[in-house]
């Protein structure tokens, strides 16, 4: 029994370490389509791992070979270092002065690559603190503009308040998404705080967008009616045609 099953171990444990590290590289695999600026060296790192590990000649379904325990190890070090050059790399593009939206993205990407091995709690918090300043910037941006949005050259008045609208709208959305994603975030006062005060942001914007909308719409009513006069009146007294503009 012993000789039959404890074979049968072996060769399970040594498909666990296979499967390991397949989950890693293919895990990692998304280093390639990042683009940022450093992010060249450490995807070099992993193309090298790939190939290394790619290059040995051995069965590694043979649970006799040990040369594959002793690759193994060295794997494993190899993607911790790797790890660590990548929080490395995170930690120092969140000490520059990016938009909320630009960490957002950041985060995004690398929660892809490296969820469960990368620290990210201090960045979400750093999120979240900027994320507040920026609600209380569209805040005020709103109720600074609201009676005369600025809008782009050669845009319909109503067109350009309604882009303006849409375009703070924006600003305070993406990084929600994200942020309600996360669930230790939101059991937080200051997250249910910040949720409050996006709902009613929101829904200013949401009200602000419709008012001008509707009002369109009875305008182009008004203006469709107007389409059914004629082009042309005959005065009444001197029989004359005049082009009547509405």
């Not at 000789?3 to 049968?8: P, Q, V």
């Amino acid at each position: 029994e012993n000789y039959i099953f404890g074979k049968l171990d072996t060769f399970c444990k040594r498909l666990q370490k296979i499967s390991d590290m397949s989950n890693v590289l293919e895990s990692l695999a998304d280093l390639q389509n990042i683009r940022i600026e450093g992010i060249e060296k450490i995807n070099i790192r992993y193309q090298t791992i790939v190939s290394n590990t790619k290059s040995k000649t051995y069965d590694v379904l043979d649970h006799r070979k040990q040369e594959f325990d002793k690759d193994y190890v060295e794997f494993k070090n190899q993607i911790e270092g790797l790890y660590q050059s990548l929080q490395a790399f995170v930690d120092s593009w969140f000490e520059k002065p990016l938009t909320t939206e630009q960490m957002v993205n950041l985060l995004l990407k690398f929660e892809r690559i490296g969820k469960n091995h990368l620290d990210f709690g201090e960045k979400y918090m750093v999120v979240l603190q900027r994320y507040s300043r920026d609600l209380e910037m569209v805040r005020k941006l709103y109720q600074k503009h609201k009676d005369s949005p600025p809008t782009p050259r050669n845009v319909p008045p109503i067109t350009g308040k309604i882009m303006w609208a849409r375009q703070l709208y924006r600003k305070i959305d993406q990084p929600m998404r994200f942020l309600k994603t996360k669930i230790e975030l939101l059991q937080g006062q200051e997250m249910k705080k910040i949720i409050r005060s996006y709902n009613n942001i929101a829904s200013v914007l949401v009200e602000f967008e419709l008012l001008y909308y509707r009002g369109w719409c009875k305008c182009a009513e008004l203006a469709k009616t107007g389409l059914h006069a004629s082009l042309l009146v005959r005065h009444p007294e001197t029989k004359v045609f005049n082009i009547q503009f509405l």
